[in-house]
C-alpha cells in the first residue's frame, strides 16, 4: 500500500511512533483541536507512543484509517492529514486535514496537502468518495472545500457537541466522488501548478511486451507523458 506521496514544497508520510513528541504538542494546542478533532481526550507521550506502535501492527485497510504527518521540505513537520471511517463495501472514507500553526493555514499549504491525499485516495487507494465534517464555526475550511470541488451535501444541525464550551454546533457535510474529482477543473489547475502532474488523471500502467521491451505504442505514450511532465515542473518554477 502507498503511504508517501511527495510535491513541490510537501511531501506525506504515515505517522510513526518516533512521531509521537510532535503529536502530542498538538494534541494539546486547544486552537488546533478546535478544529481539527475537539472532544478528544489529551494522550500523554507514553499512551500516544503506544497508540502509534500499535497502528503498526495492522494494515490500515484493516483499521479503516490512516494518518500522514505533512512535511514541508524545508520547514520539518507543519501538519497532519488522515483518512478515516474507511468502508471497502462502499469504498469510501472521511477526510481530515490541521495545519499546527495559523500562520501556514494561509500559505497554500492545506491545498497541496490535500491534493497529496485526494491523489492517495483515489488513485492509489481507487477510493469511489472522500467526505469531510466540518464545524460550523470553521468557515474559512468550509469555503475553501466547496471552492476546491466538493459539494456542499447538507448541514447536520447540533450534531456536535464541544464539551470544552457546553453547547452543540452544526456540522457542514461536504464530499467529492471520483467522477468530479476527475472532472474538477480547479484540481487540474492547481495540482499541476503545486505538484507538477494532473491528479485528476488515473496513473497508467505500462505493459511490458514477453522479450522486456516496450511495445511501439506504450513507448510513444510513456515518452509523450513524461514530456509533458518536465514541461509542468518548468513552468511550475
Known sequence: ????????????????????????QAYHDDDFMRLYRSNDTPLNEEQ??????ERTKYSPGEI????????????GPIGITALGSYSSLHQHAEFQIGL?????????????ATL??????????????????????NEFSHRNMIKFGFKHEGILEEHHYIK???RFVNLY????????????????????????????QPCHIVQVTADKEL???????????????VNNNINAN
Open 1 to 24: 500500500m502507498v503511504l508517501y506521496n511527495e510535491g513541490h514544497s510537501l511531501f506525506l508520510r504515515q505517522t510513526v511512533p518516533d512521531d509521537a513528541p510532535v503529536l502530542l
Open 215 to 229: 511495445s511501439k505504442e506504450a513507448s510513444q505514450s510513456f515518452l509523450e507523458e513524461l514530456r509533458i511532465m
Open 64 to 75: 479503516g484509517y490512516v494518518e500522514f504527518m505533512i512535511e514541508h521540505k524545508r520547514y
Open 48 to 53: 500516544l507512543f503506544d497508540l502509534l506502535v
Open 116 to 137: 497529496l491525499t485526494l491523489d492517495l485516495a483515489f488513485n492509489a487507494y481507487h477510493l469511489r468518495k472522500v467526505f469531510s465534517y466540518i464545524y460550523d464555526y
Open 164 to 166: 470544552r464550551e457546553k
Open 173 to 200: 457535510v461536504n464530499g467529492i466522488i471520483e467522477t468530479h474529482f476527475r472532472q474538477c477543473e480547479t484540481i487540474r489547475r492547481y495540482s499541476k501548478r503545486l505538484l507538477g502532474r494532473d491528479v485528476t
Open 100 to 112: 499546527f500553526e495559523k500562520k501556514r493555514r494561509s500559505l497554500g499549504h492545506g491545498t497541496e
